[in-house]
């Protein structure tokens, strides 16, 4: 049985300068995409009382309120489920998050990225600080709780001091979840393909993290993940799911799953997807060997790392003399102690360093 869903809207005011996701489409297609997207859930979904449903973009707060609930009454739920819909400040209301609240979801996650107006315009936002401000206050009317706040740092003019002012607001939002993302530029995106100026080096990235991880500390969040601070019992249900590798079906546009030990990608192309929403742009059964380098590597993305026991349990191996020389070689970034492995956080800047040298031993 399958307990995760992720569902793509891939609609978007205007695409952020450094989005390589697959969005950024004109609304006025969405009741194409909407009809697909249901043939689809239809189809694949086979009832299951799911644990999350997370709705990410894109922008799925452009769409009207009867949209979204049209998208989640195919699905049955869990007693004690967690309904996450992604929003930017520019498209929230009190009255939509009330409608969210009616049907059903219990979560909210803010796409603020940064409070520094200059930046939010070379990064091609949409939304200003005041904006931000009115979407929470907003969403809390709303009488929601369960509230994520997403923040970038690395990005371009962006000073030490600029993303320390920005930790400070976020926190004086009395939210109990933030996530927080090193800026990468990938090719496909507006920054890739127009290299923006006065970029933080590694170094002020690095500091950047660093602080942030003592900051968060400092104000009672719990670093759950390499990204990820909650207060507790707040943690992100739905992300928890992918790191511990369950299974989850994947909705629309460009979404990814992971049943049965296939992973899959829907095709990324709008139109074939209108024409033919069951399309697979890749699809590929997982070895044993490439499932066990997955738990490993999704596992070590958490600050409780890789529980010993179960790993060697499930895939009959032991741990500790199968992967010795790499416990010895990053001993001071790489701890095991109480059957767990996990990364210290200088460790957690280095992660995919590490994390890869896992494959193929």
Known sequence: MIKHAYIHIPFCIRKCHYC??????????????INALLKEINKKYKGDRLKTLYIGGGTPSLLAGFDIKKIIKPFNFDNNYELTIEANPETISQDKCKLYADMGINRISLGIQTFNGNILDIIGRKHGEKDIYKAIDDIKSAGFKNISADLIYGLPSQTLNDFKSDL??????EIPHISTYGLKIEDNSYFGKNPPP??????????????????????????????????????????????RNKNYYGFGLNASGYENDIRYKNTSDFYMYVNNPFLKEEEFRLTKKEILEEEIFLALRLKKGININQI???????????????????QELLITNNNNCFLTEKGFLISNNIMSEFIDI
């Open 198 to 243: 006065l970029l933080p080096d590694e170094d002020l990235q690095a500091q950047m993290y660093l602080f942030l991880c003592e900051f968060l500390k400092q104000n009672k969040f719990i670093h759950y993940e390499i990204s990820n601070f909650s207060k507790r019992n707040y943690h992100s249900r739905h992300n928890c799911a992918y790191w």
């Open 168 to 173: 400070q607001k976020v926190v004086n939002l």
């Open 312 to 330: 060697n349990k499930k895939f009959n191996i032991d741990f500790i003399t199968k992967y010795h020389l790499i416990l010895k070689k990053y």
């Open 20 to 33: 390589s996701f697959v969005s950024g489409l004109n609304i006025e297609h969405k009741d194409l995409y």
